[in-house]
């Protein structure tokens, strides 16, 4: 099945600096990968997702990107203010139904922004 | 819309007594699962559901059962509560379409003590 390595588990940057969080998958047919941004005390929120078909994605100051041959996809953020410190997850599907297509999650990457 | 809503936020439960955590959306998601997230650790999948009257296990069924008698409501039922069940629990829904995915969408969490 497909496994979700995510790096690194923590990550400290100065306010306004750029911030990389790195994902591997092991599936070659997984074909979804989003990104989930979980604040203190809250659930895991979407912040920005990226398909098969395309190599990067921007919003505003997230990007993602997407290397499928490399089987690898990476979430940046720039210009990091202190509200962007929280725990990020990626994840990876194929797409398919039942138990073979459910996201599977990295472990997570627990940003800290100081101001 | 309300989204995926979960009731209730927080709860303490003695050993041995049973409780349901609720989980209702009316986001009309074909899927529905429910996730367990204990202090710093990632989220283990406990049940999953594919459609009304369709449930199956996860990583981490023991203790729990599930059902799903409509599209809406997918509650996970605790019956013989012990203190390795103290986490953070969550409910999503997703809607996956053919084969393109739209990614999940979470409930603010249960926080669940068992003492």
């Known amino acids: 099945g497909e496994n979700v390595e995510q790096h690194p588990s923590t990550l400290s940057v100065q306010e306004g600096d750029s911030a990389v969080i790195k994902c591997t998958y092991s599936d070659s047919a997984s074909n979804y990968f989003p990104w989930y941004k979980q604040e203190l005390g809250k659930g895991p929120q979407l912040i920005i997702d990226i398909r098969s078909n395309v190599g990067e994605k921007k919003d505003q100051r997230i990007a993602v990107t997407l290397n499928k041959t490399a089987k690898h996809f990476s979430l940046h953020i720039t210009e990091t203010q202190p509200e962007d410190s929280a725990v990020y997850f990626c994840?990876?599907?194929?797409?398919?139904?039942?138990?073979?297509?459910?996201?599977?999650f990295g472990k997570g990457t627990k940003l800290s922004v100081k101001p | 819309n309300a989204g995926v809503t979960q009731t209730p936020k927080f709860r303490i439960l003695k050993i041995g007594q049973s409780m349901t955590l609720q989980c209702t959306q009316d986001?009309?998601?074909?899927?529905m699962y429910w996730y367990r997230q204990d202090p710093g650790m990632g989220l283990k999948l406990i049940y999953y559901s594919v459609g009304a009257g369709i449930t199956d296990k996860g990583e981490v069924p023991n203790g729990y059962n599930v059902s799903r008698s409509t599209t809406e409501d997918f509650p996970l039922r605790l019956e013989l509560a012990a203190p390795s069940q103290t986490s953070v629990y969550f409910c999503?829904?997703?809607?996956?379409?053919?084969?393109?995915?739209?990614?999940?969408?979470f409930g603010s969490g249960t926080r669940l003590t068992v003492v």
């Open positions: 994840a990876a599907s194929n797409g398919k139904g039942g138990s073979q297509g459910n996201l599977i």
């Open positions: 999503a829904g997703r809607t996956l379409e053919g084969a393109k995915d739209y990614g999940y969408t």
């Open positions: 986001m009309n998601h074909n899927y």
